[in-house]
C-alpha cells in the first residue's frame, strides 16, 4: 500500500516519532530528536546567523534503509554530520541503539562524498589503519580489510595506491572501510554522487546487495529521487532544516531500474515526492 | 556473515593487471641514458663552447676559459686548499641546514596545527622573513664572533623560514576530509597527527626542505665572505684579490656541484616518502 503525502506529511507534523516506527521505547537504531544547528559568524558590525537545521526529528529502525532527501542546502550533510559525531548540534540528541552520541565512534561507519582515502597508503593499508583507530586488535585487522575488499569487489586490489584506482573503485574502498568496522549504522553522504551514471548504477545494485547480505541500520543522504526509491525503505524529505516528510517505499525488493519505471505505484510515488522538492 | 563470491558480485574486474619484473641493468640504463639527459649534455657543451670562445677572446686574466680549469683545479687539489675549504664550508652548511630543518618543520607544524600559535605567530615569522639576514652581520659578529657560529646562524636565518613557512602552509592546507575520515573511525589526537597530518603535510615540507637548500648554500657563501674569510667563499675571495678567475670558476663549479646533489638528495627523500605526490611546486 501507498501513503499519500499529505497522510504523512500531518502524521508527521503532529508527532514526529510517530512516523517514524516504533514509539520511543524502542531505542534502537539511529533516533534523532529536535536538532538544531546554528552557525554564527561576526562581520563588522554585524551577527550573521544560519541556521542550518531548524528543528529535526528522525528515526531510523535497525536494519532499516532510509534515504535523506531534499535540495543541496537544506541541512542533509549536516544531519549525518551530528550523527557521526563530526559536528557538535547548537541543541538536541542523538542516540545510537540507546547510546547518547557526544563525538565519532566506531558503532557508526561513514562514507563521504568523496572516497577520504590517504594517498599514502595502499588499498588494504587504508581499510587496515581504520581498523587500528577502531583499536581493532592487531591480528584481525588485515583478515578483515581482506574480506571487506573481496566483498566490493576489490580482492585484487590490495596493494594499490588510491591514485591508480578510478573514482569508483577508490569509493568501493571507502565502503568497504566503512563496513570493515562492523559498525551498527551505516551513514552514507552521497556517496555515489561523484561517480559517472554507469558506475553509480553498478555501486548502488552492488549497494543493495551487500546490505541484503548483512543488514544494518543505513541513513543515506542523496539528491537523487530515483536513487532513493531504488534504494531504500523509507525516504525522508528535507527542507530549510526540517523534515518535511517521511514516506514508506512500499516497492517490493528486488528492484530494478526498469521496474521501478513500469510500477505505476512507483511512479505516483515519484511524481509526489517530486512534487515536494 | 556471508562473503557471496566477490567475482560474482563486483562483475567483471574493472581493467586487466598485468606485473613484469625490469631487469636492474635496464632501470640503470634508463637512468642514465634519456632523452632529457641527451639533451642536458648537449645544452651544457654548448654553453662550455660559448664560455671557451669568450674566455680565449678576453683573456685568461678576464675570464678564464674551461680548458685552463682543470690545471687550476689540479693545483687546488694538489695544494689542499679545496679539500680543507670544501669541509669546512659543507660543515657550517650542513651544521645550520640541519637546524633549520628541525626548528622550521616544528615550529612551523605547531603554527599549522594549533590555529592560535598560528594566529599568534604568523606576523614574527613574517617580519622575520623579512629582514634581510645579511643586515645583521655587524650585530652577528658583536654576538657570535667571527668563528663557526656566526656562519651557522647566518646559515640557519637564510633558510629557516622558507622550511617553516612551507611546513605551515602544508599542515594548514591538509584536506580536512581526511582529518574527518580519520576522526570518524576512532582516530585520537596523536593518531591524527602520527597517522594523518605528518604524511599529508610531506609534499609541502619538501617543498620547503628544497627551497631552503638554495638558501642555505648562499648563506654558507655570504658567511664566509663577510665574516672571517674561510671555506670555499674565502677561496673565491683570495683567487679574486690574486686575479686567478680560473680558480674563482672552479670554486663556483664545486658550489653549483654542491647545489644539485643537495637538490637531487632531497628529490630522492622526497620520491621515497612520498611516492602518490608530484609535490606542490611542480
Redesign the interface.
Given at each position: 500500500m501507498l501513503y499519500t503525502i499529505d497522510h504523512v506529511t500531518s502524521q508527521q507534523l503532529t508527532n514526529p516519532l510517530a512516523a517514524a516506527g516504533p514509539g520511543p521505547s524502542a531505542a534502537g537504531g539511529i533516533r534523532v530528536a529536535g536538532l538544531v544547528k546554528t552557525y554564527e559568524r561576526t562581520t563588522g558590525r554585524e551577527i550573521v546567523r544560519t541556521h542550518a537545521l531548524e528543528q529535526v526529528d528522525l528515526h531510523v529502525a535497525p536494519n532499516e534503509f532510509v534515504s535523506l532527501v531534499g535540495p543541496s542546502g537544506c541541512g542533509k550533510t549536516t544531519v549525518l554530520k551530528v550523527i557521526?559525531?563530526?559536528l557538535d548540534p547548537t541543541s538536541g540528541t542523538v542516540t545510537i541503539d540507546g547510546a547518547r552520541v557526544t563525538g565519532?565512534?566506531?558503532d557508526?561507519g561513514?562514507v563521504?562524498q568523496?572516497p577520504?582515502?590517504?594517498?599514502?597508503l595502499s588499498v588494504i593499508d587504508n581499510v587496515t589503519?581504520?581498523l587500528?583507530?577502531?583499536?581493532v586488535p592487531k591480528r584481525e585487522r588485515v583478515p578483515r580489510a581482506e574480506?571487506y575488499l573481496?566483498?566490493?569487489?576489490?580482492?585484487?586490489f590490495h596493494d594499490h595506491?588510491?591514485?591508480e584506482l578510478?573514482g569508483?573503485?577508490q569509493q568501493?574502498v571507502g565502503i568497504a572501510?566503512a563496513l570493515a568496522?562492523e559498525p551498527r549504522v551505516l551513514l552514507m553522504d552521497e556517496p555515489f554522487g561523484a561517480l559517472d551514471a554507469i558506475t553509480r548504477q553498478?555501486m548502488q545494485t552492488?549497494l543493495v546487495?551487500?546490505w541484503e547480505?548483512?543488514r544494518r541500520s543505513v541513513l543515506f543522504v542523496t539528491h537523487s529521487l530515483d536513487e532513493a526509491l531504488l534504494l531504500s525503505d523509507r525516504i525522508v524529505v528535507m527542507e530549510r532544516g526540517r523534515v518535511a516528510a517521511s514516506v514508506d517505499v512500499p516497492i517490493d525488493r528486488p528492484r530494478t531500474r526498469l521496474g521501478l519505471l513500469e510500477d505505476p505505484a512507483a511512479r505516483r510515488l515519484r511524481a509526489s515526492l517530486e512534487e515536494m522538492l | 556473515?556471508?562473503?557471496?563470491a566477490?567475482?560474482a558480485?563486483?562483475?567483471p574486474?574493472?581493467v586487466l593487471?598485468e606485473r613484469e619484473q625490469i631487469p636492474l641493468s635496464t632501470v640503470i640504463r634508463r637512468m642514465l641514458v634519456s632523452r632529457t639527459r641527451f639533451v642536458q649534455l648537449g645544452f651544457l657543451l654548448v654553453i662550455l663552447v660559448g664560455w671557451e670562445i669568450a674566455g680565449r677572446q678576453m683573456g685568461t686574466f678576464f675570464l678564464a676559459p674551461p680548458s685552463t680549469l682543470w690545471a687550476a683545479s689540479g693545483e687546488m687539489i694538489a695544494s689542499g686548499e679545496l679539500v680543507s675549504a670544501l669541509l669546512d664550508s659543507l660543515s657550517s652548511l650542513l651544521v645550520g641546514y640541519s637546524i633549520a630543518i628541525v626548528v622550521g618543520v616544528c615550529v612551523g607544524f605547531l603554527m599549522g596545527w594549533y590555529r592560535v600559535v598560528g594566529k599568534v605567530l604568523d606576523p614574527f615569522v613574517s617580519a622575520g622573513y623579512v629582514i634581510p639576514t645579511a643586515g645583521l652581520v655587524p650585530v652577528f659578529i658583536i654576538w657570535f664572533g667571527l668563528g663557526f657560529n656566526a656562519r651557522v646562524v647566518t646559515v640557519f636565518l637564510f633558510c629557516v623560514f622558507e622550511i617553516l613557512i612551507s611546513t605551515y602552509t602544508g599542515v594548514k592546507n591538509i584536506?580536512p576530509?581526511?582529518i574527518?575520515?580519520?576522526?570518524?573511525?576512532?582516530?585520537n589526537r596523536w593518531?591524527l597527527f602520527s597517522?594523518?597530518a605528518s604524511?599529508?603535510s610531506?609534499p609541502y615540507i619538501f617543498a620547503g626542505l628544497r627551497m631552503g637548500a638554495s638558501r642555505a648554500v648562499k648563506g654558507m657563501i655570504i658567511a664566509e665572505l663577510l665574516f672571517a674569510v674561510t671555506g670555499l667563499g674565502g677561496l673565491i675571495q683570495n683567487a679574486a684579490n690574486y686575479y686567478r678567475t680560473d680558480k674563482v670558476f672552479v670554486v663556483v663549479i664545486v658550489l653549483a656541484v654542491i647545489g644539485v646533489a643537495l637538490a637531487a638528495l632531497i628529490q630522492w627523500l622526497e620520491s621515497r616518502a612520498?611516492?602518490?605526490?608530484t609535490g606542490p611546486s611542480h
Open positions: 557521526a559525531g563530526l565519532p565512534g566506531t557508526r561513514v563521504f568523496q577520504a582515502l590517504m594517498p599514502w589503519l581504520a587500528r583507530f577502531a583499536k574480506r573481496a566483498l566490493v569487489g576489490l580482492a585484487d595506491f588510491p591514485g578510478s569508483g573503485m568501493r572501510r568496522l553498478h552492488e546487495r551487500i547480505d548483512e | 556473515m556471508t562473503t557471496t566477490a567475482d558480485s563486483a562483475g574486474a574493472p593487471i584536506d576530509l581526511l574527518n575520515a580519520a576522526r570518524a573511525f576512532g582516530a593518531e597517522r594523518v604524511r599529508a610531506l612520498t611516492p602518490w605526490s
